[in-house]
C-alpha cells in the first residue's frame, strides 16, 4: 500500500527534485502524456471523482464535486490557490520549492479534463524562492513541450500565469483571492454566486489549493479507485501535515490518515521537547478551535472525525503546545494575527477581532476585570452564534469566526488560568 | 402584473414581488428591518451585517443578510428570534465600539439612521472600555465634502454612489481590519458633479457639506418640496429652511424623475438666493445712474411707457427662470395688454419652439429605463443635463445600447458603444451618413435599428445650427418604435413655451396660426394679436436697427446668454425704454431704465413643466427677498395702472385659469396637482390628443467649411449669475480653455499651456485633445474668460505667446 504520493521525489533526490530533467527521469509527465494521448477529458474528471479526494485547503470539499459544478461559459479559468498563509502551514511552500513540475503536470492535467486553457497560480508574496522556482518550471515546461501551444501535439494548449500576492491573509479565501487577482482589495466576495459559475473575470473558475492539484499527476496515472483505497474511506489519500511548536521532529510529514493524534505527536513528531507535558494542540492551523490531551489524544486523525470533535484538519498545520505555555498568550498571539488580517468590509470581524485582541491584551497586561471572560465569550458569540462547529456566522467569510477559535478553546480547557491572571482584588486592597 | 412569491415573515404568510431583495420585500408588507449598508438605488453589498434575519433551510435556521438574499416561493423568515436579536444588538455594539458619539455637535444628530437604530434595536449600553480609534477630525475630500472617518461605518454607500451611480470612482477604501477607511486618491479630490449626493446617503455624519455645516438642528427645519430649477429636467428636492433662510437642499425620491439623485449645482445653488447682491427694491435709472425707488413710482412709469408704443414696438425676453404662472401672466401682459407678439423665452440659443413644445412621439425620462438603445444627439448631457446623464448610466449598466453624437468628447462617451464625432459645423454631413448605415457607421446604425429607441435631440453647442438638432429629429423618428426627448436646458424653458413665451406658440401648445384657438382665447383675453411674433435674435436686430423701441427683460441676460453678444448690447443700448424684472444686476439688466425687483425660486410658488412635458409644484419655502414681487403679481399691477383686469394677483387663480384657456393643460387645477396626482407630477396633457404634433423630418443642414469650426458647449458650473453667486459651488467655476486636435495645435503653431486668441479678443490657454475632430476648437460657453464671444460657426486662432 503507498503511503507517501507528494514526497517521494523529493527526499530520494533533495538537491534537484524541483529540475524538469529530474522529474522526467522519476516518471513526470507521464499522467499528461497518458491523460492526453489516451483519456478523453471527462474521462480524466471521472477518475479525480472516483479518488474521493477532498480538498485541500481546508475546507475538505470533495474536489470531483467542485469539478461537477463548473459553468459553461467561456472562458473558463484554473485558479490555483498556493497564498499559504495560515499561521502554522508550510506544506504548499514545500511542495512549490521542492516540485514544482508535480504542480504543473497537475495543473495541466486538470486544465485538459475541465477544458480550460489559461490557469492562473497565486502565489503568497513572501514565497519569492517558490515563485522563482515555479516560474523556471513553467518555463522549462514550455520549452519541453508541456505546457503552452498545442501540448504533446494533442491540439490542448495552456498557458500558465503566476500572480505574486501583496501578503494579505484574506486572499486566501477563494473570492477574495479572485479579487485580488482581478486588481481589486482582497476582500471576499458575496455568494451566490460561487467562483465554479462566476469567479475570475465573472467567467466560470475552479480554485483549487496546491497540494490537491499536485495529487492530480498520481491519480491520473494510477486511477481514482487506487487512490480512493488508501486511508480511510472518507479522508483517502496522503495528506501533508506542518507540525510545529513545542515538538521534537518539526516539519512536513506525508501522511495517510486515520492514525491516532498520539500517534502522530509521539510517533511521526517525536515526542514533546524536553520531555515536557502535552498542554494542547492546534489541529488544523490558527483557525481550528484546540485539542487538549484529556479529551483528543487517542481521537483519530480523519477530515470527519476531527469535525465531529469539533475542530478540523484544515489545511494541515498542527501546532502543539507543551505546559510552559501562557496560554492567554497564544491566543492573543493568534488573535491579533486575524485582527490584523481582517479585510475590515463587515463590521463584526472588522470592530470584534480588535476588541477581543485588545481585552485579551489587558488581562495579559494585569488589568483583566472577572467580567472580561463572559465578555471574550459574548463578543465571540455576535461573531459566530453558538460558538458551535462549523461555525455559524454573522460575517461575510469565515475569518472573524476562526478568531474566535482560540478564545473559546482557552475558556474552554483552561478558564483557571485566566482567572489566575487577573488582578487580586483582596491582595489590592489589602 | 408582476410574478409574486409566497413568504412566510414570523409566522405570517406575505405574497410579494418576485425578484426582490428579502429586506425590499419585508419592508413592502411592514416588516422594517435594520440597515446601513442597504439602500434602494444601489447594488447590495452585505457589508454592515445589521440586517441579519434567520432564514429556514436544509439545516435548520441560518442567519443571512436580508440585503443580499433574493426572496424565494415558500422561504421562511424570523426577524424577531432570539438570535436575530441578539445578533442585531451585537452589531449595532460593534458599530458603536470606535463611534465618536460626538452626537450633540454632529450635523447628523436628529436626522441619523445610527442613532435612530440603536434606540430600536440597539444594547441600551457599552461595554467597550478600550481607547477608541482616533482619526483626524474632517478632511476635505473635495471643495465641498469633508469627511469625519471618526464616524464613518464603512457602510459602502459613497463609494458605491460615486463609483456606479455617478461614474466617478474617486473614493474607494484603504488600509484594512480595523483601520479601514474611505479615502481619495492621492492628489485627486472627490471632485464630482455628484458628489452631494453621498451627503445625503451618508447613514451617520461621517460626510458632510461645507456650506451646511452647524447650520442647523434637524429638528428646527422647514421642510418644502419643490423641484429644481437648474434644469429642465425638475428633480425633486425638499427644500429646508431655518430661520427664514434656505439652508440645505435633499433630493426626493421621484423615480419618475430624478430617483432621489441631484447634481451639486440642484443641491448647492440656493445660497444664490440670499446673495447679498440681489436687487430688494426698484431701481429707476437717474441722473447719476440707479437710484431706489417706490414700487408704485417704478410701475407708474412702466405702465406709463409701455402705453406710449405701439404694440409691435415692444418686446419681451425671458421668462424660462419663472414659473408657469408667472410665464402665462407674461405672455397674457404682452399679448393682451401691450399688444405685440414679440416674445421668446429662449435667446436664440435653444431650439424651434415647435419642436421643443410638442414634438411627437415625445418620450419621459422613465421611458429610458425600458430602451433597448439611447441616442444622444445633443450637448453633453453630464454638463448641461446631469441628472439625466445619470438616468442614461443607469439605462446602459441595464443592458440598454448608447449612440453618442458630438463635436467633442463628452461624459458620456466612456459608456456608449458607439461614439460618432464630427467636425463642429459638419453635424448635416455626418447625420446623412450615419441614418443610411455609411462605411463606418454601420455599428451606430445597426444598434439604432434595435428598439425600443429615445432619442435625446438638442443643440451640441451654441455655434451650431438648431435645425440639426430638428434633422436628427427627424431621423430618430424615421425608426420604427422610437420616442424623443429635446434637451433645451434652461429652468423653466418648457414651461415657458408651453405658456406661449414663443413668437409662434399661444399658451396650451397652440400654433400662432390656429385661428380657431386664436379666438377661443382672444374671447377670454379679450384683445389678442394675431399672426407671429419677433424671435430673440429678430428684436435684439430691430431693437438696434431702431424698428423696435422698448424691450421688457425678465430675469433674462442676452448679452451673456446670445449667440451674438455684441448685437444684445447694441440693441439695448440703442432701445429708447427698458424694464428689467430681475433679481441682480446683469451685464443685460444694467442697460435697463427701470429694475424691478424679482422674487425667485425658492420665493414663488406655481407649477413648473419639466422637459418630459411633466407639470410639478413649485412652492416658495422663504419670503421674497426684501420687496422682491412675484412676476403675476407685478404685471397685474401693472396692468391695472394701463386700464387692465389680468386677474393674476393670485398664483391659484392662474393656474386654474390656464387649466382653462391652454388646450395641453386642461385639468391641471391646483386641486389636481395636490390631491390626484401622487406627488410626483403629471405629464400633460393628461387625456386627449396634443393640440399641435409636431412632426420633424430630415433636414438639410448646410455644411460650414472654414478652417476651425467652434463648438461652444455649456459647462455645468459657468460664470452665469447664479453660480457666481452661490458661495458654495462658485469657486468651481470653469476657466476658459481652448481644446484643440494636436495636428491642428501644431500648424499654429502652439503647445500645451501656449496661449492663443480668438475673434484676436478672447485669450486662453490651450489644452490638447485628440477627442477634438481635425479642424475643431472647443470653448466652453459662458466661463470667467468666455464672456461677449459671439457663437459663429468659424473662427479666427492665432498662437499669441510661445509655439514657434
Redesign the interface.
Known amino acids: 500500500m503507498t503511503d507517501r504520493i507528494l514526497t517521494v521525489r523529493m527526499e530520494a533526490h533533495p538537491s534537484d527534485s524541483h529540475t524538469i530533467d529530474r522529474y522526467v527521469k522519476t516518471g513526470g509527465y507521464k499522467a499528461l502524456r497518458k491523460a492526453l494521448k489516451k483519456m478523453k477529458p471527462e474521462a480524466v474528471a471521472a477518475e479525480v471523482n472516483a479518488s474521493n479526494i477532498r480538498g485541500r485547503g481546508g475546507a475538505g470539499f470533495p474536489m470531483g464535486v467542485k469539478w461537477g459544478f463548473l459553468g459553461a461559459a467561456e472562458p473558463r479559468y484554473l485558479v490555483v490557490n498556493c497564498d499559504e498563509s495560515e499561521p502554522g502551514t508550510f506544506n504548499d511552500r514545500q511542495l512549490v520549492e521542492r516540485d514544482p513540475h508535480q504542480l504543473l503536470e497537475g495543473i495541466a492535467i486538470s486544465s485538459y479534463a475541465l477544458g480550460i486553457s489559461r490557469a492562473f497560480i497565486y502565489v503568497r508574496g513572501e514565497y519569492a524562492r517558490g515563485a522563482r522556482r515555479l516560474q523556471r518550471a513553467i518555463d522549462e515546461a514550455k520549452e519541453a513541450g508541456y505546457l503552452g501551444e498545442d501540448i504533446l501535439s494533442s491540439g490542448f494548449s495552456l498557458d500558465v500565469t503566476i500572480h505574486l500576492g501583496g501578503g494579505a491573509y484574506i486572499c486566501g479565501e477563494e473570492t477574495a483571492l479572485l479579487n485580488s487577482l482581478e486588481g481589486r482589495r482582497g476582500e471576499p466576495r458575496l455568494k451566490p454566486p460561487f467562483p465554479a459559475i462566476a469567479g475570475l473575470y465573472a467567467k466560470p473558475t475552479i480554485v483549487n489549493n496546491v497540494e490537491s492539484i499536485s495529487n492530480v499527476p498520481w491519480i491520473t496515472l494510477n486511477g481514482g479507485l487506487a487512490y480512493a483505497d488508501i486511508g480511510p474511506d472518507r479522508s483517502a489519500g496522503t495528506k501533508m501535515l506542518s507540525i510545529s511548536g513545542h515538538i521534537n521532529k518539526p516539519g512536513n510529514h506525508e501522511i495517510v490518515m486515520g492514525m491516532t493524534w498520539r500517534e502522530l505527536i509521539y510517533d511521526i513528531g517525536g515526542g514533546i521537547r524536553d520531555g515536557n507535558e502535552l498542554k494542547a494542540w492546534i489541529p488544523g492551523g490558527a483557525s481550528s478551535p484546540w485539542f487538549v490531551p484529556d479529551k483528543h489524544l487517542d481521537t483519530r486523525v480523519e477530515l470527519d472525525e476531527v469535525g465531529a470533535n469539533g475542530s478540523m484538519i484544515g489545511a494541515g498545520a498542527v501546532v502543539v503546545m507543551d505546559e510552559t505555555t501562557n496560554v492567554v498568550a497564544a491566543a492573543h498571539s493568534i488573535v491579533r494575527f486575524f485582527a490584523h488580517e481582517s479585510c475590515g468590509q463587515c463590521t463584526p470581524c472588522r470592530e470584534g477581532t480588535s476588541w477581543m485582541e485588545d481585552i485579551l491584551a489587558r488581562i495579559m497586561d494585569g488589568r483583566g476585570r472577572p467580567e472580561d471572560i463572559d465578555l471574550l465569550m459574548d463578543v465571540s458569540d455576535n461573531i459566530s452564534p453558538g460558538l458551535s462547529w462549523p461555525p455559524a456566522m454573522t460575517t461575510i467569510c469565515p475569518l472573524g469566526p476562526s478568531a474566535t477559535a482560540p478564545v473559546a478553546s482557552i475558556v474552554r480547557y483552561f478558564r483557571d488560568e485566566i482567572e489566575a491572571m487577573m488582578p487580586n482584588k483582596e491582595a489590592a486592597n489589602a | 402584473m408582476p410574478d409574486t412569491v409566497s413568504i412566510n415573515i414570523n409566522g405570517v404568510a406575505h405574497d410579494v414581488e418576485a425578484g426582490q431583495r428579502l429586506i425590499v420585500a419585508a419592508e413592502s408588507v411592514g416588516e422594517v428591518i435594520p440597515r446601513f449598508c442597504h439602500h434602494d438605488k444601489l447594488e447590495?453589498?452585505?457589508?454592515?451585517?445589521?440586517c441579519?434575519v434567520e432564514v429556514e433551510g436544509p439545516r435548520g435556521k441560518?442567519?443571512m443578510p436580508s440585503c443580499?438574499l433574493l426572496v424565494s416561493d415558500g422561504m421562511v423568515v424570523d426577524t424577531e428570534s432570539a438570535?436575530v436579536k441578539?445578533?442585531q444588538?451585537?452589531?449595532l455594539?460593534?458599530?458603536l465600539?470606535?463611534h465618536p458619539l460626538d452626537c450633540p455637535i454632529c450635523d447628523k444628530g436628529g436626522e441619523c439612521p445610527l442613532q435612530d437604530q440603536t434606540m430600536q434595536w440597539g444594547p441600551g449600553e457599552s461595554?467597550?472600555v478600550?481607547?477608541k480609534r482616533n482619526f483626524e477630525k474632517p478632511i476635505p475630500v473635495s471643495d465641498v465634502v469633508l469627511l469625519d472617518r471618526e464616524r464613518c461605518?464603512?457602510c459602502?454607500r459613497c463609494v458605491r454612489a460615486a463609483d456606479d451611480i455617478a461614474g466617478d470612482p474617486l473614493l474607494?477604501?484603504i488600509?484594512?481590519?480595523?483601520?479601514?477607511q474611505i479615502q481619495t486618491f492621492p492628489n485627486e479630490p472627490f471632485s464630482s458633479y455628484f458628489s452631494g449626493n453621498t451627503v445625503q446617503l451618508c447613514p451617520v455624519g461621517a460626510l458632510t457639506s461645507v456650506d451646511y455645516r452647524f447650520k442647523a438642528r434637524p429638528w428646527d427645519l422647514g421642510h418644502t418640496r419643490s423641484v429644481s430649477f437648474v434644469d429642465t429636467v425638475h428633480s425633486s428636492v425638499d427644500a429646508q429652511t431655518s430661520r427664514g433662510k434656505l439652508v440645505r437642499v435633499y433630493g426626493i425620491e421621484n423615480d419618475r424623475v430624478n430617483e432621489g439623485w441631484l447634481s451639486d449645482k440642484d443641491r448647492f445653488i440656493f445660497s444664490a438666493v440670499h446673495s447679498p447682491d440681489r436687487v430688494t427694491a426698484p431701481l429707476v435709472r437717474g441722473d447719476d445712474g440707479f437710484e431706489e425707488a417706490s414700487w408704485s413710482d417704478a410701475m407708474a412709469l412702466v405702465a406709463s411707457r409701455l402705453g406710449g408704443y405701439l404694440g409691435g414696438e415692444v418686446g419681451a425676453i425671458g421668462g424660462a427662470n419663472n414659473t408657469n404662472e408667472e410665464a402665462y401672466t407674461l405672455a397674457k401682459f404682452m399679448r393682451s395688454v401691450v399688444g405685440s407678439s414679440n416674445l421668446d423665452a429662449q435667446l436664440g440659443d435653444g431650439l424651434n419652439p415647435h419642436l421643443a413644445a410638442t414634438v411627437t412621439p415625445r418620450a419621459t425620462i422613465d421611458d429610458l429605463d425600458r430602451a433597448a438603445t439611447i441616442f444622444v444627439w445633443g450637448p453633453d448631457l453630464k454638463e448641461t443635463l446631469p441628472v439625466l446623464y445619470l438616468r442614461v448610466r443607469k439605462a446602459v449598466r441595464n443592458g440598454a445600447t448608447l449612440v453618442v453624437a458630438s463635436p467633442a468628447g463628452t461624459g458620456l462617451d466612456a459608456i456608449a458603444a458607439h461614439v460618432v464625432r464630427y467636425r463642429a459645423g459638419s453635424g448635416s454631413d455626418v447625420l446623412r451618413k450615419f441614418a443610411s448605415g455609411d462605411k463606418g457607421y454601420e455599428g451606430a446604425r445597426e444598434a439604432l435599428d434595435a428598439g425600443p429607441v429615445v432619442g435625446l435631440v438638442g443643440r451640441s453647442s451654441l455655434a451650431e445650427d438648431p435645425m440639426m438638432a430638428e434633422a436628427a429629429a427627424g431621423v430618430v423618428r424615421s425608426l420604427p418604435d422610437s420616442k424623443l426627448l429635446t434637451l433645451l436646458t434652461r429652468a423653466n424653458i418648457y414651461g415657458a413655451l408651453d405658456m406661449g413665451l414663443a413668437p409662434n406658440l399661444l399658451p396650451g401648445r397652440v400654433s400662432t396660426a390656429d385661428d380657431e384657438h386664436a379666438e377661443m382665447l382672444e374671447d377670454a383675453w379679450g384683445h389678442l394679436p394675431r399672426g407671429t411674433g419677433r424671435s430673440t435674435t429678430q428684436m435684439l436686430e430691430d431693437l438696434a436697427s431702431g424698428a423696435m423701441r422698448a424691450m421688457v427683460l425678465v430675469g433674462a441676460d442676452p448679452v451673456r446668454d446670445c449667440p451674438d453678444p455684441g448685437l444684445a448690447q447694441r440693441a439695448l443700448e440703442a432701445a429708447e425704454f427698458v424694464v428689467a424684472f430681475d433679481a441682480f444686476v446683469t451685464d443685460s439688466s444694467i442697460h435697463a431704465d427701470v429694475i424691478l425687483p424679482a422674487a425667485v425660486w425658492g420665493e414663488v410658488s406655481g407649477t413648473a413643466t419639466n422637459l418630459e412635458g411633466r407639470v410639478q409644484e413649485v412652492n416658495a419655502s422663504v419670503r421674497p427677498a426684501g420687496q422682491a414681487r412675484s412676476l403675476n403679481a407685478a404685471l397685474d399691477d401693472i396692468a391695472h395702472l394701463m386700464g387692465v383686469d389680468l386677474r393674476a394677483a393670485k398664483v391659484a387663480d392662474v393656474t386654474r385659469e390656464i387649466a382653462a384657456v391652454a388646450p395641453a393643460y386642461a385639468g391641471i387645477t391646483p386641486d389636481h396637482l395636490t390631491f390626484e396626482s401622487d406627488g410626483d407630477g403629471v405629464i400633460v396633457p393628461l387625456e386627449g390628443e396634443q393640440p399641435l404634433k409636431f412632426i420633424p423630418v430630415e433636414v438639410s443642414v448646410p455644411v460650414v467649411t472654414s478652417r476651425l469650426t467652434l463648438h461652444f458647449p455649456d459647462a455645468l458650473y459657468d460664470d452665469g449669475v447664479w453660480n457666481r453667486n452661490a458661495p458654495t459651488i462658485a469657486g468651481l467655476a470653469r476657466q476658459a480653455e481652448a481644446r484643440l486636435h494636436p495636428r491642428d495645435a501644431s500648424m499654429l503653431p502652439v503647445h500645451e499651456g501656449d496661449i492663443v486668441s480668438i475673434e484676436e479678443r478672447f485669450v486662453m490657454p490651450v489644452t490638447l485633445d485628440d477627442t477634438v475632430p481635425v479642424g475643431s476648437i472647443v470653448v466652453p460657453r459662458n466661463v470667467v474668460g468666455t464672456k461677449g464671444l459671439t457663437a459663429s460657426t468659424s473662427v479666427k486662432v492665432e498662437a499669441v505667446e510661445g509655439g514657434a
Open positions: 447590495p453589498v452585505g457589508k454592515c451585517r445589521m441579519l441560518v442567519l443580499t438570535v441578539k445578533a444588538e451585537g452589531v455594539e460593534f458599530l465600539i470606535n461595554r467597550f478600550e481607547a461605518v464603512l459602502d474607494t477604501f488600509d484594512r481590519g480595523n483601520h479601514v
